[in-house]
Structures are given as C-alpha cells and as structure tokens.
C-alpha cells in the first residue's frame, strides 16, 4: 500500500466544504483518518490528538497546508457523498492490492447496531460486502436501503465489480434469478444457498437427491477441541428432473452438504442446499462453501470486535457508512503489508501506534 495513492484515486470526491473558505485538503483529511485508525484511533477527537502528536511526521506523506484540521472539521468533511466515496474506495482497491486471478468472493450484510438515532428516526444502518477469500481483503461495499433488505443491494454491488473467472458465493438471501444471471453475464460463477424462499427449487433439489445419480463426493474429517466434524458434499449434474433448472442463468450442477457434528458424544446433523453454474468437483464445492463464513469471521467480526464497529455510535448524515469504509482501508493495509506473519492484528495496530518505524512498513514508504 501506498498512501500516496489516496491522493489520486480520492481526488473526485466532491468536497463538502465550502469552496470559498477550504483550510483543509479533503485527501488529507482521508489519508490521516486512515492512518490513524491503523493506529487505533476510533474517534474524531482521537485522530485529531494523533495528528497533533504526528504532525512532523505525517508532514512526509500530506501537504496539510494549514496543520491539522480540527475534530469537527474531521467529521464535517468526511460527510462526503458516501456513493461517490464507495466509487474511489474501489479504484483504491485496484490500484493498491493484486486481487486478480481465481478467487472465492463471498458477499453477506452486516448491521451497525449503534447507528440509528432514535431521536431523528435515523435506522441502523446495514451494508453489503464482498470479502475476498484468497488475500482476505475487503473489496466493496454498498448500503441497503432503509426501506428494503440485502437484495436490492447486491446487484449494484456486483455491477462495481471486475468478477470474470472469479466464484461469488451468496447465502440464500442472495439466491435469485436476476442475481445469478447478472454473476453469469460477467462470466463470473456463482453458489447460491437455496432455502424456503426459492420453495419450488428447494423441494425439487431434495427430491433429486433421493432419485437421481450422484455426480461426485467429497468428505473430510476434522478432530479438535473436543469435537467432531465431518462435513460431505454431493454433487448432481443431471437437472432432468429439477424442472426450475431452466430459470436460472446457465445452471450446471446441484450441491448438497451434510455436515455431521459430534461434541461430548452429542451428535447434530445438518443438511443444506445449493446451486452453481460451475463444473468443478465436490471437494471444491465443500471447501467454498465452508470458507464463506470468512466474511463473518475475519471481516465482520473483526470489525466490530478489533475496530468496536458494533460500539461507534457515528450518526451524523453520511458518518457512518463512511467510517465504515475507512475501517475496511485500514484493515486491508494492515493485512497486506505487516511484516512480521506471527504478529496478531491487535498488536500490529498498537505497534503503529508505538513505533513510527513499523507504521512507515505498513504503509509501504
């Protein structure tokens, strides 16, 4: 990551502020938030008093013509147009991180519980995200609609997206036909969880389970912890018999998994559904579909328990789905250009916050 990046792929935005009186670079003011919660800064005033103590420092990497902006300038300027925001966030993306090649793409929604404002009537808000399996790196992200849900929300998501040759694996929210078509037409694969919601699909996938030959089969076994798991895939090309084939964009194959779970001699089983337009083998379809749950476990939960995005309480216009962003840029950085492997994401982030050594290797200078 170069932070000299930020310049040229957030010069677009719009600046909030008024023309006549601009003390402050926009791009600044993005690069030292960014740096700073790296630094584990999570308040406006925490990166002003960070700037402060940094001033010298950060003087090597922004112009900060006027020294360091205040907390409410911080805040009133980071109310920039969250689409356009989302925009720039991607051209960062493609020119900082090499996110090409065969790829898992797992998208899912996350709430921010402290961000509605009973007061005003402002909802939590709720966001989509694509998480990138191989390099663990959050790759877009798009707010749903207050008065709809996580469908409206992914098609626009996709469409912002370079996904040729890449798997986008959605959970059964996801698993609609306008969806996979899309993900299909950007010569792109899809694994689409089927539940209840596509009824039709769902007890014609069952039923072809029971009468049609199998195509392939993968299990594995995983002992640790006290547990047992045996997850086993099943795979059926043969769509003879899954009439609403044909709805569904380029449709190949049905999945199923069976996931056997023992602990303290307490055995649970659970049987889910999906589909795809993938030729690939069973063992595939186990490993994507088990390495979906990465968004929830290094994305969301990180977020919130790393970079208390479950506690921030930013409320104000367009503060929040923003902030969000910032997080995923500092996490990404964090991620990609730490140095020391054995180092936990904790520890990295106070170690920038210690050592202005370390925090110049994270950011690549």
Request: with cysteine; net charge positive.
């Amino acid at each position: 990551m170069n932070i000299v990046n930020i310049a040229s792929s957030f010069s677009s935005i719009t600046d909030p502020g008024d023309t006549r009186k601009i003390s402050h670079l926009l791009t600044d003011i993005i690069g030292l938030t960014l740096i700073a919660v790296i630094a584990c800064c999570d308040t406006y005033d925490d990166i002003e008093e960070f700037g402060k103590a940094k001033k010298d420092w950060l003087s090597k990497y922004l112009q900060l013509p006027n020294g360091i902006p205040s907390d409410d300038t911080i805040e009133r300027l980071l109310a920039i147009n969250p689409k356009e925001f989302s925009v720039c966030f991607n051209t960062w993306i493609r020119e900082t991180f090499d996110h090409t090649g065969n790829d898992l793409l797992h998208i899912d929604g996350k709430s921010n519980r402290r961000s509605f404002d009973a007061f005003t009537g402002k909802k939590m808000l709720h966001s989509v995200s694509v998480f990138s399996s191989k390099n663990r790196l959050s790759l877009a992200q798009y707010k749903v609609d207050e008065k709809s849900n996580e469908i409206t929300a992914i098609p626009p998501l996709i469409e912002t997206l370079d996904i040729a040759g890449q798997t986008v694996t959605i959970d059964a929210m996801g698993c609609q036909k306008d969806i996979a078509k899309l993900i299909a037409e950007k010569q792109a694969y899809y694994v689409l969880a089927v539940k209840d919601n596509q009824k039709a699909l769902h007890d014609e996938i069952q039923n072809a389970f029971k009468s049609t030959a199998v195509s392939d089969t993968h299990t594995t076994l995983e002992k640790g912890h006290g547990r047992i798991e045996e997850p086993s895939c099943t795979t059926i090309t043969d769509l003879r018999f899954v009439d609403q084939s044909i709805n569904w964009a380029a449709l190949y194959c049905i999945v199923r998994i069976v996931s056997k779970r023992t602990i303290r001699l307490k055995t649970t089983i659970e049987t889910r559904y999906f589909i795809s337009n993938k030729k690939d083998s069973a063992a595939f379809f186990l490993s994507a579909i088990r390495s979906h749950w990465g968004i929830e476990n290094s994305l969301h939960w990180v977020l919130d328990v790393l970079f208390n995005e479950d506690h921030c309480r930013k409320r104000k216009e367009n503060a929040a789905e923003n902030f969000n962003l910032i997080r995923k840029m500092a996490l990404n950085t964090i991620r990609t250009n730490k140095k020391d492997s054995k180092k936990s994401l904790p520890r990295a982030r106070l170690n920038a916050a210690w050592d202005d050594k370390y925090l110049d290797s994270i950011l690549k200078f």
